[in-house]
């Protein structure tokens, strides 16, 4: 069809009709307001009127007024030629963007909840639109294989010194008590299989139960090096317990910058109050920028749960913790991504950088090894049995020994077995590989070889790269 002029924006606009019940009368009320009797086409029994004064009608606002009386049988209708009403379904793949005004979308009430497993949502399935129930695409908690989380055992799997702990030592890999004063004991607790307080099946959790309190006893991670998280930052756990005297405990972050670094920089404290229940605890800091700053070896994140400084109470309190996770970025509980369980030899091999136990007195399975090895060597010297241990993994940094001693606690294994009471750590040693030595006389002679080992339940021996 050709017009004169432009052509109209609007190809598929209808327009509103109003039918009348008639009778003996010349008066009807219209359903739309007009200015004029030419706003509207009246047709009665199916001939179109004309209007005007002293014509077939008027019109003015909602008044209709006829030129003669209608009858009860008469049919009549009139179309509204000012007023659009709808329009009619537009052709396919007529309708684009432009179309489209942002308030389709929010101009609509926010949910302000996690979605119903059945509320649907739009997506496109290689071009073609469907919609999808929210059960299909929520996240879920589950163990990412080959994920490797920030925070390093967060979920309290692996304790290689032991599982429980009174003094202002690591206890659960990566995590240290700080006594500050008080009587505390942190031990590995078990979860019941199946519950479901806290998300992830997880199998430990971490208990530090203060019997003696003081102002900043608590726990603390430090992550390594300050530099790899920065700006906003979300942490996450799980917690259950009873309050210090004051009614909460704190937590908080410290930037260390490391030896010959800038000053260390702590965030502001926030609360945590706990219940006997547990229950998700979510906080969002800002770091310090760190440009301009100088940084140092051995450099951290700290992150310290603590009795609040200005809370000197001796009153007893407990902390239980489980799932804890670190995000980059600023998240809610609604928002924040799922926990990730690493597996727990992906998880140990991590700690391993940190610590490592050849010779143990309680291993991260609660058990007692009498003949741990540490590593094969040989007599350099009547008498001086040098041992070496290749690392399985990279330690952070050339590692000390820590260990005890005691009468006949170490074994060599050899032509003539020897018994030593102690060890040290020979200066050679280095990250991938570690070197000890007797520090008391054993009676092999030059050029024999042997098995170093523990000989008693009680003895350990380990090499320590801790932040």
């Known amino acids: 069809m050709g017009y004169v002029g432009n052509k109209p924006a609007l190809n598929y606009t209808s327009f509103a009709a109003q039918h009348f019940t008639t009778s003996a009368t010349t ?30 009608y008027i019109a003015s606002g909602t008044t209709l007024t006829l030129s003669a009386a209608t009858s009860g049988t008469d049919t009549m209708y009139c179309v509204f030629l000012g007023k659009a009403v709808q329009t ?135 992550h390594e090096d300050v530099t790899t998280l920065t700006g906003n930052i979300t942490i996450a756990f799980y917690a259950k317990g009873t309050n210090p005297n004051g009614g909460n405990l704190n937590i908080i ?8 670094g800038s000053t260390a920089v702590e965030t502001s404290t926030q609360n945590i109050t706990l219940t006997g229940s547990w229950q998700q605890f979510v906080f969002n800091f800002s770091l310090a920028s760190i440009s301009g700053k100088t940084v140092g070896a051995g450099s951290y994140l700290q992150m310290l749960i603590k ?77 001086y049995f040098r041992c070496v241990r290749p690392l399985p993994v990279e330690m952070r940094v050339n590692p000390s020994l820590v260990s005890n001693s005691g009468s006949n606690y170490f074994f060599i294994g050899s032509g003539a077995n020897d018994y030593v009471d102690d060890l040290t750590i020979h200066p050679d040693s280095n990250y991938k590989t570690a070197f000890v030595y007797n520090s008391d006389e054993a009676s092999g002679t030059a050029g024999q070889a042997g098995n170093l080992m523990g000989d008693n339940t009680n003895a350990y021996a380990w090499l320590d790269a801790e932040l």
């Not at 294989?145 to 304790?159: K, L």
């Not at 972050?253 to 010959?260: A, D, I, L, P, Y």
Request: proline share 4%; glycine share 8%.
């Open 253 to 260: 972050t410290k930037q260390s910058f490391g030896s010959g």
């Open 88 to 222: 009619v379904v537009p052709a396919q793949g007529s309708v684009g963007s432009d179309e489209l005004s942002a308030d389709a979308i929010t101009g609509q009430s926010a949910l302000g909840a996690e979605p119903a497993d059945t509320d649907e949502f739009i997506i496109s399935d290689s071009g073609v639109l469907k919609r999808v129930d929210y059960s299909y695409i929520k996240p879920t908690s589950q163990v990412y294989r080959d994920a490797q989380p920030i925070m390093i055992n967060g979920n309290y799997e692996v304790w290689q010194r032991g599982t429980s702990f009174t003094t202002s030592v690591y206890t659960a890999d990566r995590w240290k008590q700080d006594l500050s004063g008080a009587t505390a004991t942190v031990s590995r607790q078990t979860f019941t299989i199946g519950q479901s307080d806290v998300p992830n099946n997880p199998k430990y959790h971490l208990r530090q139960t203060v019997s003696t309190a003081n102002n900043n006893c608590g726990i603390f991670y430090r």
């Open 307 to 383: 009795q609040p400084d200005g809370d000197s109470s001796t009153n007893a309190w407990t902390l239980d913790l489980a799932n804890f996770q670190v995000e980059e970025g600023t998240y809610t509980s609604a928002t924040l991504p799922p926990f990730q369980s690493e597996t727990f030899g992906n998880n140990l091999a991590r700690c391993l950088r940190y610590l490592q136990t050849p010779i143990y007195a309680n291993d991260h399975q609660g058990t007692s090894e009498e003949y741990a090895t540490f590593g094969l060597g040989v007599y350099t010297a009547s008498g």
């Open 27 to 56: 008066t009807y009320t219209l359903d739309h307001a007009v200015t004029n009797e030419n706003d509207i086409r009246l047709v009665i029994n199916n001939v179109v009127q004309q209007p005007g004064s002293g014509k077939a």
